[in-house]
């Protein structure tokens, strides 16, 4: 039986002009309150925020999202919160499945057991609004006095000592978070405050292994590789004592491994890739993760053959994996086929090179380097350095060539190549006002219309 379910959605806020409207328009529809703490504004998002119907409180800001947190919370009135930031948001779609989750959960008699969380994934997005990772998180729950959330900094919601969390595992429910792309820390300068903060909670309780992985994942996007690898390995020893949640330490193992291999710097100790690779169960184990990392590892150190065979391995533990852990290689597919293609290059296998290629390109097609080597091979074969007519055919089914853009990214790509006739044929292809100047830059002898066998002679 469907039932009315009351909804309170929740958040707290500071500076957030940029993002409130989406912050409480995605939501409108199903709930039946908008609660929004502010901490400390001063640009229009109270404004904006009680412009748009929401019931705004302020909070005093003591370093504690906790306290924040909770101080929301206290003014829900509804029997399920949704307590999503300001750079989060659900999508219609996935709003109106909640709603009939919901719907369908029953109001718990006294001792009864029933779920207290609604579990999400939370899918992180770039500064390109793409993917990067997925976690799971636990953002929906009950209103009840004994569910609050603790911790200064990235904190969790927590049950009472011997409560039980109970909750329901709703994979095709979906928060998306726009907060962690370069651009945003730069303006919002979050990142240095979240620091700052988890630095002092260490001074504190320097065994905090929690707060040292938050701290590796910080440091790492500030670019201090070598500050995160130090805070890494020490929330990594917090496995050995159980202080640090089994995510936490996956995070941490992950973000360690992608410094550790990521770098060209001979001084990084092979040693220790092997170490944390055989941590992770290889060779025996189904993740494809200790694949790529070896692949990234051995390809950064020009051992091409080594990391074609690495990322080949990966991809085929990618088809087969099943884990709600986080699998790093799944948000590196595309450049997995970059670097295949480039290790194929120098392996001299070209037809491997042109399918990584392709592959690469079906996912991001803007890659100057990616297409460039493509183009080099497909100018060898007979005929094309002359006419470029079966490279043209093959582009077609890449690029829009009615698309001012994607003609530009070709003609780039044709020069970085010495391709000259496909220069020509792009050069025919762009609307008329632009061609005359183009044509300037072909070499004598190489004309559009003749490269192309488009038009005749020219008058």
């Known amino acids: 039986m469907k039932r009315k379910v009351k909804i309170s959605q929740c958040m707290i806020v500071k500076n957030e002009e ?22 400390g504004s001063i640009d229009r998002t109270v404004e904006i925020a009680e412009e748009m119907g929401a019931k705004v409180y302020h909070f005093q800001w003591i370093d504690d999202f906790a306290a924040a947190k909770n101080y929301a919370i206290e003014q829900a009135s509804g029997e399920w919160i ?8 659900m999508n219609k779609e996935d709003t109106r499945k909640l709603v009939r989750l919901l719907e ?9 057991k029933l779920p207290l969380f609604i579990r999400c994934a939370l899918v992180q997005l770039d500064d390109n609004g793409k993917p ?85 994942d910080a440091q790492k996007a500030s670019g201090d590789l070598e500050g995160a690898k130090i805070s890494y390995r020490k929330a990594l020893e917090g496995k050995n004592s159980g202080n640090l949640a089994k995510q936490r330490y996956y995070d941490a193992r992950s973000g360690l ?31 494809p993760d200790p694949w790529f990392y070896l692949g990234v590892w051995n390809y950064n150190r020009g051992r091409m053959g080594e990391a074609r065979w690495n990322f080949l391995n990966c991809l085929e533990k990618l088809e087969t994996y099943r884990s709600y852990e ?66 043209w055919k093959f582009l077609q089914g890449l690029y829009d060539f009615q698309n001012l853009k994607d003609l530009l990214f070709l003609l780039k790509c044709a020069k970085l190549a010495g391709f000259h006739a496909l220069e020509a044929r792009v050069i025919q292809a762009l609307p008329e006002d632009l061609r005359g100047e183009f044509e300037k830059g072909l070499p004598s002898g190489v004309s559009g219309d003749e490269s192309c066998g488009i038009g005749g002679k020219k008058d």
């Open 132 to 216: 990067f990772s997925v976690d799971p998180q636990d953002r929906i729950f009950r209103n009840r006095k004994d569910l609050r959330y603790q911790g200064r900094i990235h904190e969790q919601i927590q049950m009472p000592p011997g409560g039980r969390f109970t909750f329901i595992q709703a994979e095709n429910l979906s928060i998306f978070h726009t907060g962690y792309g370069n651009n945003v820390y730069a303006e919002t300068g979050k990142l240095q405050r979240n620091i700052e903060m988890l630095e002092r909670e260490l001074e504190q309780d320097p065994d905090n292994y929690m707060a040292w992985s938050y701290l590796g």
């Open 82 to 89: 949704v307590f999503l930031d300001a750079d989060e948001y």
């Open 326 to 391: 986080r699998v790093t290689a799944e948000g590196y597919l595309c450049q997995i086929y970059a670097w295949l293609a480039q290790a194929c290059l120098q392996l001299k296998r070209p037809q491997e090179v042109v399918r990584y290629c392709v592959l690469s390109l079906r996912m991001e097609r803007y890659q100057d380097q990616v297409l460039t080597a493509v183009l080099q091979l497909l100018k060898q074969e007979p005929g094309e350095a002359d006419q470029a007519a079966g490279t």
């Open 104 to 112: 369908r959960i029953p109001v718990p008699k006294k001792g009864e």
């Open 257 to 287: 491994m992608q410094i550790l291999t990521g770098t060209k710097r001979k001084a990084e100790s092979e040693e220790e890739v092997l170490r944390w690779v055989k941590d992770y169960g290889y060779p025996d184990t189904g993740n």
């Open 18 to 39: 940029k993002n409130i409207r989406r912050a409480l328009t995605w939501a409108k529809d199903i709930v039946f309150e908008q609660i929004v703490v502010d901490t």
